[in-house]
């Protein structure tokens, strides 16, 4: 599948945040979509986009025939809204996990769990370990390796380039007792070492 950048990313991740949350909003304007992408809350990183960001990200989601816009004989606005139920024949539930992957970067699946209330129900951790499994092997998402400090493995989405570099820095959960420093500096080895095979240097 065509890698979607993060601007791109994160607009997917709005628009099936606002048809589930708030369908009577949904589709949404070129100014709804840049809102819900500029939030505060409920966003891991908190992002600044223009209109023409958005804009020109649209267009392209478009043309990968994963979103488009539509103008219905109401509306005085040009809207958006995601194709990602037809393009990736995926059912609620796993959108819903899929789409806060892509507004809140890696997470625990307890943390998936939580966070996907608004969205769907899950009755058990398993369910979304299910989910998890499912996007797993559509390539859309993987378990990260478990970090020095992290009590739990954190999930990643695959789509956006960012989430397409397998071993891209998360920084840690430090749990109770847990030097901080030791962490970071643990982090930071694995992110050289992983820099010197991509360059093919065995050490320094």
Do not use: C, W
Request: no cysteine.
């Amino acid at each position: 599948m065509t890698t979607v950048s993060a601007i791109e990313a994160r607009i997917l991740g709005v628009l099936v945040e606002k048809q589930m949350t708030t369908p009577d909003i949904y589709p949404l304007t070129l100014a709804g979509v840049v809102a819900g992408s500029n939030q505060s809350t409920n966003r891991d990183p908190v992002m600044s986009v223009s209109e023409r960001e958005a804009e020109a990200a649209l267009t392209r989601l478009h043309e990968i025939g994963l979103a488009t816009p539509v103008r219905r004989p109401a509306d005085r606005a040009l809207k958006y809204r995601h194709k990602l139920t037809e393009a990736l024949e995926l059912d609620q539930p796993t959108l819903a996990v899929l789409a806060v992957l892509l507004l809140r970067g890696p997470q625990t699946v307890g943390e998936l769990r939580q966070r996907t209330e608004r969205y769907v129900t899950f009755d058990t951790i398993e369910d979304v370990e299910r989910i998890v499994d499912r996007l797993e092997e559509l390539d859309l998402a993987r378990r990260l390796a478990r970090q020095p400090g992290q009590s739990q493995r954190r999930v990643k989405e695959l789509m956006s380039d960012g989430g397409t570099d397998v071993d891209q820095a998360h920084t840690p959960t430090v749990d109770v007792g847990t030097n901080e420093l030791e962490i970071r500096v643990a982090a930071l080895e694995k992110r050289f070492d992983e820099l010197l095979r991509r360059l093919g240097v065995d050490d320094l």
